[in-house]
């Protein structure tokens, strides 16, 4: 029997609790994702996602302590390539990212955006939703650029808009979603089911021409 690759290293940027990190945290306890979380790093010393990390695997600044936005994002750079990610998740990281570092990390850096991109970039996603009369909410998996959620969604979960609604409600509600959407994503990124192809990406070989959807069983299909 042939021996299992390495597990991929993966880096999370966070800024808050990290229940997106503590998914991933347990799929790889639960043998579901081939991988090890090699770094925490946030823009919040206090974060809470920082202590689902030995101290070693933490990195965390405020972003006043350095002189302007492209020296604090230079430093978290720096911190980053030190641990040499495989891929790199944002999630919940609530900064925006300057074009030098995500063109540094370019093709292994991913975002989880609670939204049905390329609908509602940026915040207050639910509200907006919810404003507009959807039938449809959730959750998107995407590569990204520099400009704000604009990159190449990988895979999606969508929650029906129920009536009476509010945006809280809705939140949570595509919460539940969003742990499985990442992992199944991150299950197929660490197995290099996806390849990014002059700007495009390409899934088992294929051009993805629109985003996976995950199922109701947890899995990502097209």
């Known amino acids: 029997m042939s021996a299992l690759p390495p597990r991929s290293r993966i880096a999370v940027l ?5 229940s997106n990190l503590q998914a991933i945290v347990d799929a ?23 202590a689902k990390v030995p101290p070693e695997r933490r990195w965390a600044q405020s972003p006043k302590a350095y002189v302007d936005r492209a020296a604090f994002d230079a430093a978290l750079g720096d911190a980053l390539a030190g641990f040499a990610p ?59 650029v520099p400009e704000l959620d604009a990159g190449t969604v990988l895979a999606q979960a969508r929650v029906p808009v129920l009536p009476g609604d509010t945006d809280e409600a809705l939140a949570q509600r595509v919460l539940v979603v969003e742990h499985p959407l990442l992992i ?3 299950q197929w990124l660490v197995a290099g089911r996806v390849a990014e192809r002059e700007g495009r990406l390409e899934v088992d070989g294929n051009p993805l021409f629109s985003p996976l959807r995950l199922d109701c069983a947890g899995m990502l299909t097209r």
């Open 86 to 144: 495989d891929w790199v998740v944002c999630a919940g990281y609530m900064r925006i990212l300057g074009e030098a570092f995500v063109q540094r990390f370019s093709g292994r850096l991913i975002n989880i955006h609670p939204s049905l991109l390329p609908l509602y970039k940026g915040l207050h996603t639910h509200a907006r939703a919810l404003e507009a009369g959807d039938a449809e909410a959730g959750a998107s998996v995407h590569f990204v």
């Open 184 to 186: 199944a994503s991150l």
């Open 14 to 18: 966070a800024s808050g609790r990290g």
């Open 28 to 50: 790889i306890a639960a043998g579901s994702l081939h991988a090890e979380v090699v770094a925490v790093l946030s823009d919040k010393p206090d974060a809470s996602a920082l």
